[in-house]
């Protein structure tokens, strides 16, 4: 007959199974704990930089138009005199005071030259929604900023475009604005503009 299993022998048996067990456990070395530590700093690192982007784009003037301009839909069709009102509705969620603005369709060069300037930093802020695109500049005597500015369709949040001319000492000559539409702009395209000025200093 086999011997009785007491609970001396069970134990013992219980005992001898949990440590062959353990033996043929490998804890992570430390290599997996480098590299776990690497993953960590890594997304800790883009937060970081992408707040920091942010951060130098707002100190430079670059206003942050995300989340300001939802519920401004580009439409999808409408006149050009409907689609510059839509992005007129935009720009005037500038963070700063505008001492200009303007707003219609793109039927034809438009050019704004009756500012005096003064020392500063002046932002000018460009929506276009329709078809083409509109080449805007900002200028003071020498001193000019220009950029090719895309007409944003069918866009949930459209963006407006910023361009940046800073001047300094006493400017005498005036500011001027000029947007010049492409082929597919004119007639097809609305337009909003607005200035922003930050003294220097």
Not at 155 to 169: H, K, M
Not at 174 to 180: C, F, G, I
Not at 189 to 198: K, N, Q, V
Request: include cysteine; proline fraction near 7%.
């Amino acid at each position: 007959m086999p011997d009785a299993i007491t609970d001396e022998r069970a134990r013992a048996e219980f005992a001898r199974l949990r440590a062959d067990e353990l033996s043929r456990l490998v804890p992570p070395g430390a290599d997996a704990v480098r590299r776990t530590v690497r993953r960590r700093r890594t997304r800790t690192t883009v937060a970081g930089a992408a707040l920091t982007a942010a951060v130098l784009l707002a100190a430079a003037g670059y206003p942050q138009w995300a989340g300001r301009t939802g519920g401004n839909h580009s439409p999808a069709s409408g006149t050009p005199a409907d689609l510059g009102a839509s992005a007129a509705a935009v720009i005037a969620r500038a963070d700063g005071t505008l001492l200009d603005t303007g707003q219609g369709a793109l039927d034809t060069v438009k050019h704004i030259d009756d500012i005096a300037p003064e020392a500063g930093t002046y932002l000018l802020h460009v929506l276009c929604l329709g078809r083409g695109s509109l080449d805007a500049v900002i200028s003071a005597g020498s001193a000019e900023t220009a950029r090719s500015v895309p007409c944003e369709h069918g866009t949930d949040a459209p963006e407006p475009a910023t361009l940046s001319l800073r001047l300094t000492g006493r400017p005498t000559d005036p500011l001027t604005v000029t947007l010049q539409p492409d082929a597919a702009a004119i007639d097809g395209a609305g337009f909003a503009y607005g200035i922003e000025h930050r003294p220097a200093g």
